[in-house]
């Protein structure tokens, strides 16, 4: 029973690449568009929270410090966290911008990410409602979510200000740098949050190209699903950028949405050459070529 099973495992991965190799490839290339033009967004909303904290710092430079940080998260079992340490070093070392005020920079910029967040969350939890496949683990994942950004912005500025303090850092927060006056800006508020829903939006979209360029269409809705689901596994992955535990989940989850197991395993294998493959190779030139490895040694120096 066990070798027909593995027999029938590997016959659907075999199949999966036939399937990728007949991909439309304007669409291919259009995912690929439609994932670097988020990264510009992610650029942009950067540059306008540090601006808002008195800082301007070159919209490139911004760029590359995502690429950097997506490159460490894919190659270190950190779980984003050494990845935000990287991006914060490398703006402090290619901007000139505080250590402290990047890193809060980052901090303010992924709460407000988390709201979209938790808004498609809520929306594939209904949805699953809807269509009768609740599922408990994406609906306490939502829960979780939730508490953990209620702790962030009501405690963030003391857990900082108390690590200046314990490190020993010549640095104190101003009105301009603290999280809670940030979030006093309404105008700040309203632009973060418009382009961390465009980010998302774009995410959600580019998994259905994705699935139409393999010849799977489905409704917009269960890629709301397969989105949220993709983002709480590569948080919880412990393996390097998720690796391998990412794969397998979302395949799975792509199949149990409606997809052939085939097609399921060729979108998977599509999506990561994008957003795995291609970011971590696009991160590596930049963390070579432009100071990152400086950056990240000025870093571990503190």
């Known amino acids: 029973m066990l070798d027909l099973d593995i027999g029938r495992v590997l016959g ?9 190799l007949s991909a439309n490839l304007m669409l291919v290339l ?6 670097y033009f988020s990264v510009i967004v992610y650029a942009v909303r950067w540059k306008v929270v540090l601006r808002s904290m008195g800082y301007d710092a070159p919209l490139h430079i911004l760029a590359a410090g995502f690429l950097g940080a997506v490159f460490v998260n894919n190659i270190t079992p950190t779980s984003r966290a050494g990845g ?15 250590a402290v005020p990047a890193f809060n920079s ?5 709460i407000v990410e988390s709201l979209p967040v938790i808004a498609l969350a809520i929306i594939a939890v209904l949805y699953g409602l809807y269509v009768g496949t609740w599922n408990p683990w994406l609906t306490g994942s939502v829960a979780a979510l939730i508490l953990l950004v209620i702790v962030f912005f009501r405690f963030w500025d003391t857990i900082i200000e108390f690590a200046i303090k314990k490190l020993g850092l010549n640095f104190s927060l101003d009105s301009n740098t603290k999280i809670s006056n940030l979030f006093a800006n309404k105008k700040l508020f309203a632009t973060a949050l418009t382009l961390s829903s465009i980010v998302w939006i774009l995410d959600v979209v580019r998994l259905y190209v994705v699935a139409a ?8 809705m269960r890629f709301t ?16 950028g998720g690796l391998g535990i990412v794969e397998g989940g979302l395949s799975a989850t792509l199949a149990a949405m409606g997809a052939p197991l085939k097609t399921a395993i060729g979108i998977t294998v599509v999506e990561r050459l994008i957003s795995y493959v291609s970011s971590t190779a696009m991160g590596f030139v930049i963390i070579t070529l432009t100071g990152g490895r400086e950056a990240w040694k000025r870093l571990r120096s503190r």
């Open 106 to 110: 980052i901090v303010y910029e992924r």
């Open 84 to 98: 935000e340490l990287v991006r914060a070093a490398y703006i402090s070392y290619k901007a000139e911008v505080p």
């Open 225 to 240: 699903i397969v989105a949220v689901i993709y983002l709480v596994l590569g948080i919880f992955g412990f393996t390097p």
């Open 30 to 35: 259009a995912a690929f568009a439609i994932y």
């Open 213 to 220: 360029a393999l010849g799977w269409e489905a409704p917009i």
């Open 12 to 20: 659907e991965v075999r199949e999966a690449f036939k399937v990728v």
